[in-house]
T-cell receptor
Framework: AQSVTQPDIHITVSEGASLELRCNYSYGATPYLFWYVQSPGQGLQLLLKYFSGDTLVQGIKGFEAEFKRSQSSFNLRKPSVHWSDAAEYFCAVRNTGNQFYFGTGTSLTVIP | NAGVTQTPKFQVLKTGQSMTLQCAQDMNHNSMYWYRQDPGMGLRLIYYSASEGTTDKGEVPNGYNVSRLNKREFSLRLESAAPSQTSVYFC????????????FGPGTRLTVL
């Protein structure tokens, strides 16, 4: 069965510091992987996605993620965090039946 | 191009009342979804529709029914609301190709007293 684990419920970083949010997935076939961001009171917005090719994918707002098949991971990174990056981040995997499975999310706080 | 729209944005119900949450998309997507979001639980799939005329249960379907009225619209009905259904409900749609992500509506915040 497919599943997504985000081990960190909450992360706090200082503005300008680097960020890495962890995501591990369980899926038997080639995974289609996504990172979404949710600002308070808003819907989810796609940051980036991976389905094949280069394992390092670039997204919007300066985010990137690296797919590591050997570790079943798809961690999200940003070299320098801005205060506006404070939000909830969700990792998701899509199966061939077009169903999406989401992690429980990581809440990011940015300290000025 | 409005994307995915949901109505209403907020709703308060009493236990036992019924209501329908409406969702529409204008991206000509085949697949549509209903999720609920609760603190610490992430998004949990209630129902989804792979194409017009088909619906399937997700992870938490009990207490809900859905209708895929046409390709654009996918409604979620609570027949007899319970306090456990207090949540934020999101509708989403997807084009169905392997590289297509989901597009989300703004959500409906539902409180059942």
């Amino acid at each position: 069965a497919q599943s997504v684990t985000q081990p960190d419920i909450h992360i706090t970083v200082s503005e300008g510091a680097s960020l890495e949010l962890r995501c591990n997935y369980s899926y038997g076939a080639t995974p289609y992987l996504f990172w979404y961001v949710q600002s308070p009171g808003q819907g989810l917005q796609l940051l980036l996605k991976y389905f094949s090719g280069d394992t390092l994918v670039q997204g919007i707002k300066g985010f990137e993620a690296e797919f590591k098949r050997s570790q079943s991971s798809f961690n999200l990174r940003k070299p320098s965090v801005h205060w506006s990056d404070a939000a909830e981040y969700f990792c998701a995997v899509r199966n061939t039946g077009n169903q999406f499975y989401f992690g429980t999310g990581t809440s990011l706080t940015v300290i000025p | 191009n409005a994307g995915v729209t949901q109505t209403p944005k907020f709703q308060v119900l009493k236990t036992g009342q019924s209501m329908t949450l409406q969702c529409a998309q204008d991206m000509n997507h085949n697949s549509m979804y209903w999720y609920r979001q609760d603190p610490g639980m992430g998004l949990r799939l209630i129902y989804y529709s792979a194409s017009e005329g088909t619906t399937d249960k997700g992870e938490v379907p009990n207490g809900y029914n859905v209708s895929r009225l046409n390709k654009r619209e996918f409604s979620l009905r609570l027949e007899s609301a319970a306090p456990s259904q207090t949540s934020v409900y999101f509708c989403a749609s997807s084009g169905g190709s392997h590289d297509n992500e989901q597009f989300f509506g703004p959500g409906t915040r539902l409180t059942v007293l």
